[in-house]
Protein backbone atom coordinates (compact mmCIF):
# COMPACT_ATOMS: atom_id res chain seq x y z
CA UNK A 1 0.00 0.00 0.00
CA UNK A 2 1.47 3.39 -1.13
CA UNK A 3 1.51 6.03 2.20
CA UNK A 4 1.81 9.21 0.60
CA UNK A 5 0.79 10.24 -3.37
CA UNK A 6 3.58 9.81 -6.05
CA UNK A 7 3.98 13.48 -6.14
CA UNK A 8 5.69 13.71 -2.85
CA UNK A 9 8.54 11.20 -3.89
CA UNK A 10 10.71 14.13 -3.93
CA UNK A 11 13.40 15.40 -1.19
CA UNK A 12 12.24 18.51 -0.75
CA UNK A 13 8.50 16.92 0.25
CA UNK A 14 9.70 14.41 2.23
CA UNK A 15 13.04 16.35 4.20
CA UNK A 16 9.48 19.10 4.96
CA UNK A 17 7.68 16.36 6.58
CA UNK A 18 10.83 15.01 7.96
CA UNK A 19 11.10 18.43 9.88
CA UNK A 20 7.61 18.71 10.81
CA UNK A 21 7.67 15.08 12.59
CA UNK A 22 10.74 16.19 14.46
CA UNK A 23 9.25 19.52 16.16
CA UNK A 24 7.17 16.80 18.20
CA UNK A 25 9.36 14.31 18.40
CA UNK A 26 13.54 13.99 19.13
CA UNK A 27 14.49 12.77 15.95
CA UNK A 28 18.25 13.51 14.55
CA UNK A 29 18.40 16.11 12.14
CA UNK A 30 20.79 16.01 9.15
CA UNK A 31 23.12 18.10 8.67
CA UNK A 32 22.11 18.88 4.82
CA UNK A 33 19.72 17.88 2.27
CA UNK A 34 22.68 16.03 0.27
CA UNK A 35 23.69 14.35 3.70
CA UNK A 36 20.59 13.19 4.33
CA UNK A 37 20.44 11.74 0.48
CA UNK A 38 24.20 10.30 0.84
CA UNK A 39 23.72 8.68 3.94
CA UNK A 40 20.65 6.29 2.41
CA UNK A 41 18.35 7.94 5.01
CA UNK A 42 15.21 5.95 4.44
CA UNK A 43 11.87 7.51 6.19
CA UNK A 44 8.99 6.03 5.24
CA UNK A 45 9.42 2.85 3.76
CA UNK A 46 12.40 4.20 0.69
CA UNK A 47 15.63 5.68 0.53
CA UNK A 48 15.51 9.27 -0.55
CA UNK A 49 18.93 8.30 -2.26
CA UNK A 50 16.85 6.62 -5.05
CA UNK A 51 14.71 9.63 -5.72
CA UNK A 52 14.77 11.23 -9.00
CA UNK A 53 13.99 14.48 -8.21
CA UNK A 54 16.52 15.11 -5.58
CA UNK A 55 17.93 18.51 -5.56
CA UNK A 56 21.44 18.88 -6.33
CA UNK A 57 22.57 21.58 -3.86
CA UNK A 58 25.58 23.94 -5.27
CA UNK A 59 27.20 26.53 -3.41
CA UNK A 60 28.02 30.27 -5.62
CA UNK A 61 30.62 33.09 -4.01
CA UNK A 62 29.08 36.14 -4.94
CA UNK A 63 31.37 39.07 -4.94
CA UNK A 64 31.19 43.04 -5.77
CA UNK A 65 33.43 46.04 -5.84
CA UNK A 66 31.83 48.55 -7.64
CA UNK A 67 28.79 50.86 -7.01
CA UNK A 68 26.25 49.56 -4.51
CA UNK A 69 27.61 46.84 -3.69
CA UNK A 70 25.41 45.31 -0.83
CA UNK A 71 22.42 45.97 -3.40
CA UNK A 72 24.46 43.95 -6.53
CA UNK A 73 24.78 40.90 -3.92
CA UNK A 74 21.27 41.01 -3.14
CA UNK A 75 20.35 41.23 -6.48
CA UNK A 76 22.03 38.81 -7.45
CA UNK A 77 20.66 36.50 -4.49
CA UNK A 78 17.03 37.38 -6.21
CA UNK A 79 18.29 36.37 -9.43
CA UNK A 80 20.05 32.95 -8.42
CA UNK A 81 16.52 31.61 -7.93
CA UNK A 82 15.83 31.21 -11.62
CA UNK A 83 17.92 27.97 -10.55
CA UNK A 84 16.14 26.76 -7.90
CA UNK A 85 15.35 27.24 -4.21
CA UNK A 86 17.65 29.84 -2.34
CA UNK A 87 18.23 28.21 0.51
CA UNK A 88 21.18 30.04 2.40
CA UNK A 89 23.12 33.00 2.63
CA UNK A 90 26.07 32.98 4.48
CA UNK A 91 27.14 36.49 6.02
CA UNK A 92 28.69 39.32 4.36
CA UNK A 93 32.62 39.98 4.51
CA UNK A 94 34.36 42.52 3.44
CA UNK A 95 37.87 41.85 1.51
CA UNK A 96 40.79 43.94 0.57
CA UNK A 97 40.76 44.16 -3.71
CA UNK A 98 44.54 42.38 -3.70
CA UNK A 99 46.24 42.59 -7.09
CA UNK A 100 43.85 45.07 -8.69
CA UNK A 101 44.33 48.40 -9.91
CA UNK A 102 45.43 51.30 -7.18
CA UNK A 103 42.64 52.47 -5.18
CA UNK A 104 40.15 49.61 -5.88
CA UNK A 105 37.53 49.89 -3.93
CA UNK A 106 37.14 46.41 -1.37
CA UNK A 107 34.79 43.91 -2.03
CA UNK A 108 32.29 42.31 -0.09
CA UNK A 109 31.64 38.69 -0.86
CA UNK A 110 29.04 36.22 0.72
CA UNK A 111 27.93 32.51 -0.62
CA UNK A 112 24.82 31.49 -1.51
CA UNK A 113 23.45 27.71 -1.53
CA UNK A 114 20.81 26.89 -3.88
CA UNK A 115 18.60 23.78 -4.14
CA UNK A 116 18.47 23.41 -8.02
CA UNK A 117 15.93 22.52 -9.72
CA UNK A 118 15.41 19.32 -10.80
CA UNK A 119 16.06 19.86 -14.59
CA UNK A 120 19.14 21.88 -13.94
CA UNK A 121 20.70 18.85 -12.19
CA UNK A 122 23.14 17.36 -14.82
CA UNK A 123 23.76 19.95 -16.93
CA UNK A 124 26.55 22.25 -15.20
CA UNK A 125 27.47 24.11 -18.60
CA UNK A 126 23.65 25.59 -18.63
CA UNK A 127 23.92 26.47 -14.86
CA UNK A 128 27.31 28.51 -15.52
CA UNK A 129 26.59 29.92 -19.21
CA UNK A 130 22.78 31.44 -16.72
CA UNK A 131 25.41 32.86 -14.33
CA UNK A 132 27.43 34.73 -17.07
CA UNK A 133 23.78 36.12 -18.35
CA UNK A 134 22.89 37.19 -15.17
CA UNK A 135 26.41 38.85 -14.76
CA UNK A 136 25.89 40.52 -18.04
CA UNK A 137 22.63 41.88 -17.01
CA UNK A 138 24.37 43.46 -14.21
CA UNK A 139 26.99 45.21 -15.90
CA UNK A 140 29.99 43.05 -16.04
CA UNK A 141 32.33 42.59 -18.60
CA UNK A 142 34.61 39.46 -18.43
CA UNK A 143 36.81 40.78 -21.98
CA UNK A 144 39.02 43.28 -19.88
CA UNK A 145 42.53 42.08 -19.54
CA UNK A 146 43.58 41.08 -15.80
CA UNK A 147 41.70 41.06 -12.38
CA UNK A 148 39.43 44.62 -13.14
CA UNK A 149 36.86 45.54 -10.28
CA UNK A 150 33.53 44.21 -10.98
CA UNK A 151 29.51 44.96 -10.05
CA UNK A 152 29.29 41.53 -9.66
CA UNK A 153 31.09 38.07 -9.55
CA UNK A 154 29.62 34.67 -9.68
CA UNK A 155 31.38 31.63 -9.26
CA UNK A 156 30.78 28.15 -8.53
CA UNK A 157 32.95 26.96 -5.84
CA UNK A 158 30.66 23.70 -5.01
CA UNK A 159 28.18 21.42 -6.80
CA UNK A 160 27.69 18.65 -4.10
CA UNK A 161 29.75 16.26 -3.51
CA UNK A 162 30.59 15.88 -7.35
CA UNK A 163 34.17 16.58 -9.09
CA UNK A 164 33.49 18.46 -12.42
CA UNK A 165 36.23 19.13 -14.78
CA UNK A 166 34.36 20.84 -18.22
CA UNK A 167 35.57 22.98 -20.84
CA UNK A 168 34.71 26.26 -18.90
CA UNK A 169 33.69 25.14 -15.53
CA UNK A 170 35.87 23.16 -13.13
CA UNK A 171 34.28 22.62 -9.69
CA UNK A 172 35.43 22.41 -6.85
CA UNK A 173 37.06 25.69 -8.37
CA UNK A 174 40.32 25.83 -8.74
CA UNK A 175 41.56 28.71 -6.85
CA UNK A 176 39.06 28.49 -4.05
CA UNK A 177 41.51 27.05 -1.66
CA UNK A 178 44.12 29.78 -0.97
CA UNK A 179 40.64 32.23 -0.88
CA UNK A 180 39.44 33.09 2.63
CA UNK A 181 37.01 35.20 1.10
CA UNK A 182 35.39 32.14 -0.28
CA UNK A 183 36.47 29.08 2.57
CA UNK A 184 35.38 31.86 5.57
CA UNK A 185 31.75 32.86 3.92
CA UNK A 186 31.55 28.81 2.82
CA UNK A 187 32.39 27.63 6.56
CA UNK A 188 29.49 29.91 7.52
CA UNK A 189 26.87 27.04 5.76
CA UNK A 190 29.14 23.85 5.01
CA UNK A 191 32.04 23.64 8.00
CA UNK A 192 32.33 20.01 7.91
CA UNK A 193 31.08 19.37 4.10
CA UNK A 194 34.42 17.77 2.74
CA UNK A 195 36.01 19.33 -0.41
CA UNK A 196 35.54 16.53 -3.26
CA UNK A 197 39.03 15.39 -4.03
CA UNK A 198 41.09 17.03 -1.08
CA UNK A 199 40.28 15.14 2.12
CA UNK A 200 39.32 18.10 3.82
CA UNK A 201 36.41 19.84 5.28
CA UNK A 202 35.72 23.04 4.01
CA UNK A 203 36.68 24.57 8.10
CA UNK A 204 40.25 22.11 7.85
CA UNK A 205 40.97 23.97 4.85
CA UNK A 206 40.26 27.24 6.36
CA UNK A 207 42.00 26.75 9.29
CA UNK A 208 45.41 25.79 7.40
CA UNK A 209 45.11 29.04 4.98
CA UNK A 210 48.84 30.65 5.14
CA UNK A 211 49.16 33.66 7.59
CA UNK A 212 50.05 35.84 4.42
CA UNK A 213 46.65 35.25 3.19
CA UNK A 214 44.53 38.51 3.21
CA UNK A 215 42.31 38.32 6.43
CA UNK A 216 38.43 39.48 5.93
CA UNK A 217 35.91 41.51 7.99
CA UNK A 218 32.15 40.67 8.57
CA UNK A 219 30.41 43.71 7.04
CA UNK A 220 28.83 45.81 7.96
CA UNK A 221 31.89 47.07 10.08
CA UNK A 222 31.50 46.92 14.28
CA UNK A 223 30.79 50.87 14.82
CA UNK A 224 33.94 52.35 16.38
CA UNK A 225 32.86 53.32 20.64
CA UNK A 226 32.66 56.96 21.10
CA UNK A 227 35.47 58.43 23.08
CA UNK A 228 34.73 58.92 26.85
CA UNK A 229 35.05 62.88 27.61
CA UNK A 230 36.07 63.75 31.26
Known sequence: M?????SWRSKDAFITLYFAIHSTKQLPIPESADNLSSKGANLFGFSLATCDLCPVLIH?????????RIAHLD?????????GAVRRTSRTYSTAAVGMEPGAPDFLNRVVEVALDPAWNEDPTAVMETLLDIERDMGRQRSSPGIASRAIDLDIVLWGDRQLVQTALTVPHPRMLGRRFVLRPLADLVPD??????????????????????????WPLPQASPTATS
Open 2 to 6: QMFPS
Open 60 to 68: VATGSNLGD
Open 75 to 83: EADRRLSVL
Open 193 to 218: QEIPGTGRTVAQWLAALPADVPEIAP
